[in-house]
């Protein structure tokens, strides 16, 4: 229907051809240009039409056509079957149904709509607005305390193995202590017994050459020693603590060792308890299929997973999709990458993130609307992203050949992750891209696909260890990695079709096989243990079972 509004800002056509009108039918409020009006009459033959020229057009209301007589136009509103009628109706099927003309019915509920967006847009968008803001605010709030308290934890770190090590070294200087004086005490009176034993041996020859002698003169002058013998030793008591040790797993360690005491205990929030399921998880022995989830991608490059039942994926063009666990899409975001978006993640407040490396652009999903987060530094191209627990943002990017991790703070850049200590490249030159992700201990889990190995870093981007180890049959060959809230890391095998599970320590556990895992590509973990596995050839997800609820007895 034209509306003045339109007629004041578009240029008038046609609402039939989209030529230039010049005549307007206020029966049904449509543009029409000359060759038109013939065409619209015929359309509607038995709807009275009233064609004037544009200038001399009214703004009414439009009655719409009745469904069930369609020469008719509807005038009068069914209140029983809340739908309009025409007077054809109010006779037929709608004859003893309550009903108001349509023209009181349109004016309330106008009336109604004019007060809901009055409502919506002067009270309800700025009052949501301000919670937002306050949001906001507590959200900076909570990213800049418990950053604190993170750095504040980092000390005490430090500090309690400092004061760990001094509790073992007074350990130690007490047990060697001990183990100086009773060894002293110990040796002098071994060297007494075997002064005495000498003594002994003398004097036992010297009574044999007595007795052997006959002599009566060496008889009567010969003094005994045998008092001074059994009378030599006393008893020697020697100080040696009983070493008491106290170990209740994750609640208490401690031990007492004579005088010294030490103990350390810790309490579980609710959210950690013991029972806790990340706590009482095993791994399967064997993994199992648990279903496998159709997308719109011939091929399917990267994936988020956030809840329990959905996740962001993308693949061979320029969309990102919002699907549940069946592959039902609930959103699609059409992004303006050159080809597809090079790398998406998913923020503590789940929005949606993503990488365009052709215009060095992070950019987030906010209400629909997409806005640039991030530009990264001329020359360097961004590519996978991780959004990590503190609120930071990883950035694995390219130069050319050249590859490097960018951590951003506030969306500035707060540290460069390129070279180790000695100077020398952390990640192998080449053309595959970084694939990154964030371990719940802080640690950096990178793939270098370049040098087909797993790297695992420290906060400070110190390396920790690498994994390149192959207990299967082909060379191994890391594609992606996923970490889960036990710790372990959990890496694609595309040239063997498999997935290893490595633990935060860098220690083979196991691998996941024989489940038809051809070229496996994304990988996401949801918070029912869940492993989602893209695969790149089908475009398809495999939802893995790889861990199972432990119950303690």
């Keep these: 229907m034209a509306t003045s509004k339109s007629w004041a800002q578009n240029a008038i056509t046609c609402d039939h051809c989209h030529m230039s009108a010049q005549q307007f039918c206020n029966g049904c409020q449509v543009n029409l240009c000359v060759v038109c009006i013939s065409k619209h009459v015929e359309k509607l033959p038995y709807v009275s039409h009233d064609i004037v020229p544009f200038r001399n057009r009214k703004t009414q209301i439009v009655f719409p056509l009745c469904k069930f007589h369609p020469s ?7 209140k029983k079957c809340q739908t309009p009628i025409c007077i054809m109706c109010c006779i037929g099927y709608h004859k003893r149904h309550s009903a108001v003309e349509l023209v009181e019915f349109f004016e309330t509920k106008e009336q109604e709509i004019q007060m809901e967006t009055r409502e919506i847009e002067n009270s309800l968008i700025p009052s949501y607005s301000e919670r937002d803001v306050y949001m906001n605010d507590q959200i900076s709030k909570i990213t800049a305390e418990l950053s604190k308290v993170e750095k504040e934890k980092a000390r005490l770190e430090k500090l309690w193995h400092k004061e760990v090590d001094t509790i073992f070294h007074k350990f130690g200087s007490v047990i060697y202590s001990l183990k100086d004086s009773n060894l002293r005490t110990a040796i002098t009176h071994q060297t007494k017994i075997k002064d005495l034993i000498k003594d002994m041996i003398q004097t036992v020859h010297q009574n044999k050459q007595i007795l052997e002698s006959k002599s009566a003169l060496d008889v009567t002058n010969y003094k005994s020693k045998l008092h001074e013998f059994r009378n030599a030793l006393t008893d020697v008591d020697f100080e040696i603590p009983s070493l008491i040790k106290t170990t209740v797993k994750g609640r208490k360690l401690g031990f007492e060792f004579g005088e010294l005491e030490a103990s350390l205990r810790q309490t579980y929030p609710s959210f950690l308890s013991a029972d806790d399921p990340y706590q009482s998880r095993k791994m399967l022995f064997t ?24 996740a962001w994926i993308s693949g061979n063009n320029k969309t990102i999709t919002r699907i549940d666990i069946h592959g039902y899409v609930k959103e699609t975001v059409v992004t303006n990458c050159r080809f597809w978006p090079n790398g998406i993640a998913v923020t503590g407040q789940r929005e949606l993130i993503y990488s365009d490396c052709n215009r060095r652009k992070v950019n987030i999903v906010r209400y629909g609307k997409v806005e640039t987060l991030i530009t990264t530094p001329r020359g360097w191209k961004p590519h996978r992203l991780c959004y990590t627990r503190s609120g930071d943002i990883l950035v694995g990017v390219s130069h050319s050949r050249k590859k490097k991790i960018i951590r951003y703070h506030e969306m500035k850049i707060s540290q460069n992750i390129e070279r180790n200590e000695h100077g020398k490249p952390i990640f192998k030159n080449g053309f595959h891209v970084l694939c990154l992700t964030e371990n719940i201990n802080g640690d950096i889990c990178v793939c270098d696909r370049n040098a087909d190995s797993v790297v695992v870093l420290n906060m400070s981007g110190r390396v920790r260890f690498r994994y390149d180890v192959t207990p299967t049959w082909k060379p191994f060959k890391p594609k992606c990695l996923v970490t889960d809230s036990l710790g372990q890391i959990i890496v694609t095998d595309s040239n063997n079709s498999c997935i290893h599970i490595i633990d935060q320590n860098g220690h083979f556990l196991t691998t996941i096989k024989d489940l038809e895992l051809y070229n496996p590509h994304g990988l996401s973990i949801d918070s029912e243990w869940r492993l989602w596995v893209g695969l790149h050839w089908t475009g398809e997800i495999k939802l893995l079972d790889y861990m199972t609820k432990h119950i303690q007895k």
Excluded: A
């Design 72 to 78: 008719q136009r509807c005038e009068v509103h069914c």
């Design 287 to 310: 993994s199992e299929t648990v279903d496998v989830v159709p997308t719109v991608y011939k091929s399917l490059y990267y994936m988020s997973c956030f809840g329990e039942h959905q």
